[in-house]
């Protein structure tokens, strides 16, 4: 009885690593950002080269590689833009700070075109005077 008993906790030791491992590459793949739809994590995407890469970073985990190691593998391969959440550096300035720069931009072309308008306005009207038909 105690054997039979030892041979079932044997069988089911992988099987209950197993839900840990898928845990742990969840974790780290809500940390990885799909290079196909871009807007998603690899743990939320369904395309080929998130599901890919979730598989890479299953297999360098079972392999016995810490967090860091399989981060750094994928920035060395797919560069800084693989992370969902990329650190402030030089050379990802662009990422943090682009769409604030587009905005700006934005909002200072309006300024002067609305400065434009109110120009244009007041040289056909130099008098400020509305003329009644």
Not at 44 to 50: E, G, K
Request: aromatic share 6%; glycine share 6%; hydrophobic share 45%.
């Amino acid at each position: 009885m105690r054997s039979l008993l030892l041979c079932l906790m044997l069988a089911a030791a992988p099987a209950l690593a197993e839900p840990t491992l898928e845990q742990h590459v969840t974790r780290l793949s809500e940390q990885l950002r799909c290079l196909v739809c871009q807007n998603q994590t690899i743990a939320d995407s369904h395309a080929q080269l998130a599901v890919e890469l979730k598989n890479q970073v299953r297999e360098q985990l079972a392999a016995g590689a810490s967090d860091q190691e399989v981060l750094d593998y994928m920035v060395q391969r797919y560069g800084d833009f693989v992370l969902y959440r990329p650190p402030v550096k030089p050379s990802t300035w662009l990422l943090w700070f682009g769409p604030l720069a587009m905005l700006l931009a934005g909002l200072g072309l309006l300024f002067v075109k609305v400065r434009q308008r109110q120009a244009q306005g007041d040289a056909l009207d130099p008098a400020g005077e509305t003329h009644a038909a």
